[in-house]
């Protein structure tokens, strides 16, 4: 990382003896890559309730921006205020590396916007669009930090991967104590009349020693009918953009309950995932009662050498049957390897492989066949069949 630290003096003339120190760290992510994908959808008609969308599958090769770690800059702040309280900030922005466009929606600073105070006894206090428990507490060790967003839960369904943020929110987090930390935050719906309406809040911890650490959190987010382009309306930015869950983006409110855990042994780091996601209709949904969905999955990672780290997953996901159907079924294999050439740049070979199986909603509310969609919805390409195997190479530097 650049750091830029700075002494925050108030000049003399001002007429005031008052100081602080700070410092503020400029920082960021570059990640390009290629791509290719067995079988990716292409639409050969519209669609409406009532007449699904057709689709024919065809393999794609193609550039892909951020596999490894989302292509970003940011700015980390902390000004020092005196007995172990400080001012804090960050902002992050995301952007595409093949495009220059910029991430999140094209939000500015999509990634994380926000500003509190930290204190070394007290705990850490933020509000703006930032991350929730669930990313803090088990995506940390979970399934994507071993295999990138390829290697996440079919669809990230459960966020483990943090394809959301959770904007106009409150976060409170924790000092350590004996190894455990907790959290909780709130996401405003900034709804008039109802506070309840479009309103997220979650909370979860994470305990670890020395070679083992487990995490668990809890999330529920409500949003009003009428998902725009994937994003829920509310303060959870949720995307719905993959098939898995394409069809239960009219859902009235979501939960989320996930854990994960991880134990080294030597070289080798080994973990356990497992999340719940349920969807639960309103009186304008598209779909009727609750949509729920259960993941579990295993991984393994080696370090080779100081250069070379290999790893390994296998997840399966379940859904809740729809309408009398065969209830939709994922198993999701990954491979990855990752090559150091220096502290701040590395080479990277991914490979994931599908298989899904059973009934599903689409986006207008029919009942179709599940398709495959390896990894999360950041990564992840649709396919028109029941099996996708998807191929990613690349080169990531940190600054």
Same mark, same amino acid.
């Given at each position: 990382?650049?750091?830029i630290?700075?002494?925050?003096?108030?000049?003399?003339c001002?007429c005031t003896a008052?100081h602080a120190?700070?410092t503020?760290?400029l920082?960021?992510?570059?990640?390009?890559?290629?791509g290719?994908a067995?079988?990716?959808r292409?639409a050969?008609?519209?669609?409406?309730?009532?007449?699904?969308v057709?689709?024919?599958?065809?393999?794609s090769y193609?550039?892909?921006s951020?596999t490894?770690s989302?292509s970003?800059w940011g700015?980390?702040g902390?000004e020092?205020?005196?007995?172990?309280?400080?001012?804090?900030?960050?902002?992050?922005s995301?952007?595409?590396?093949?495009?220059?466009?910029?991430?999140?929606?094209?939000?500015?600073f999509?990634?994380?916007s926000?500003?509190g105070?930290?204190?070394t006894r007290?705990g850490?206090? $933020?509000?703006?669009?930032q991350?929730d428990? /669930?990313v803090?507490?088990?995506?940390?060790?979970?399934?994507?930090?071993?295999l990138?967003g390829?290697?996440?839960?079919?669809?990230d369904l459960?966020?483990?991967?943090n394809?959301?943020?959770?904007?106009n929110? /409150?976060k409170?987090v924790?000092p350590k104590?004996?190894g455990?930390t907790f959290g909780?935050?709130?996401?405003f719906? #900034?709804?008039a009349?109802?506070?309840?309406?479009?309103?997220?809040?979650?909370?979860g911890?994470?305990?670890? #020693?020395?070679?083992?650490?487990?995490?668990?959190a809890?999330?529920?987010?409500t949003?009003a009918?009428?998902? #725009?382009?994937?994003?829920?309306?509310g303060?959870?930015?949720?995307?719905f953009?993959s098939?898995i869950n394409?069809g239960f &983006?009219s859902?009235?409110?979501?939960q989320i309950?996930?854990a994960a =855990?991880t134990y080294q042994i030597?070289a /080798?780091?080994m973990?356990?995932s497992?999340s719940?996601?349920?969807?639960?209709a309103?009186? /304008?949904s $598209?779909?009727?009662?609750? &949509? $729920?969905? #259960?993941s579990v999955?295993?991984t393994?990672?080696w370090?080779?050498?100081p250069?070379l780290?290999?790893?390994?997953?296998y997840d399966?996901t379940?859904g809740?049957?729809v309408?009398?159907e065969?209830a939709?079924?994922?198993?999701?294999?990954n491979?990855a390897?990752y090559?150091y050439l =220096?502290?701040?740049?590395? @080479?990277?070979? @991914?490979?994931?492989?599908q298989?899904a199986?059973?009934?599903t @909603?689409?986006a207008?509310g029919?009942?179709?066949n599940a398709t495959a969609?390896v990894g999360?919805?950041g990564n992840g390409?649709?396919? &028109?069949?029941?099996?996708q195997t @998807?191929v990613?190479?690349?080169?990531?530097?940190?600054?």
């Amino acid at each position: 990382m650049k750091k830029i630290t700075m002494a925050l003096c108030v000049a003399g003339c001002l007429c005031t003896a008052a100081h602080a120190q700070g410092t503020v760290t400029l920082y960021g992510i570059v990640d390009a890559g290629l791509g290719y994908a067995s079988n990716q959808r292409v639409a050969t008609s519209k669609g409406s309730l009532g007449s699904p969308v057709a689709y024919r599958g065809a393999s794609s090769y193609s550039f892909a921006s951020g596999t490894w770690s989302g292509s970003r800059w940011g700015l980390k702040g902390k000004e020092d205020l005196g007995d172990g309280l400080a001012a804090v900030f960050q902002l992050e922005s995301g952007f595409n590396i093949g495009n220059g466009q910029l991430g999140q929606g094209g939000r500015m600073f999509g990634r994380q916007s926000w500003m509190g105070l930290s204190s070394t006894r007290y705990g850490t206090l $933020t509000m703006g669009r930032q991350y929730d428990p /669930v990313v803090d507490f088990v995506g940390s060790i979970g399934p994507g930090s071993f295999l990138t967003g390829m290697g996440a839960h079919p669809g990230d369904l459960d966020n483990i991967d943090n394809q959301s943020r959770e904007n106009n929110s /409150v976060k409170y987090v924790s000092p350590k104590f004996g190894g455990f930390t907790f959290g909780a935050l709130y996401g405003f719906g #900034n709804q008039a009349g109802s506070v309840k309406n479009q309103n997220t809040w979650s909370v979860g911890g994470q305990y670890v #020693n020395g070679p083992f650490a487990i995490g668990a959190a809890y999330l529920y987010a409500t949003n009003a009918f009428g998902a #725009n382009g994937g994003a829920w309306t509310g303060s959870y930015d949720g995307t719905f953009a993959s098939s898995i869950n394409e069809g239960f &983006a009219s859902s009235k409110s979501m939960q989320i309950v996930a854990a994960a =855990s991880t134990y080294q042994i030597g070289a /080798v780091t080994m973990g356990l995932s497992y999340s719940n996601t349920q969807y639960r209709a309103g009186a /304008v949904s $598209t779909f009727k009662g609750n &949509a $729920t969905y #259960n993941s579990v999955g295993g991984t393994v990672s080696w370090q080779a050498s100081p250069a070379l780290r290999v790893a390994a997953g296998y997840d399966f996901t379940r859904g809740s049957s729809v309408g009398g159907e065969a209830a939709p079924k994922y198993h999701q294999l990954n491979l990855a390897s990752y090559y150091y050439l =220096s502290k701040r740049t590395a @080479l990277y070979g @991914l490979v994931g492989y599908q298989k899904a199986s059973g009934k599903t @909603l689409d986006a207008f509310g029919n009942v179709v066949n599940a398709t495959a969609s390896v990894g999360d919805v950041g990564n992840g390409i649709s396919s &028109a069949g029941d099996t996708q195997t @998807l191929v990613r190479v690349g080169v990531r530097h940190t600054f």
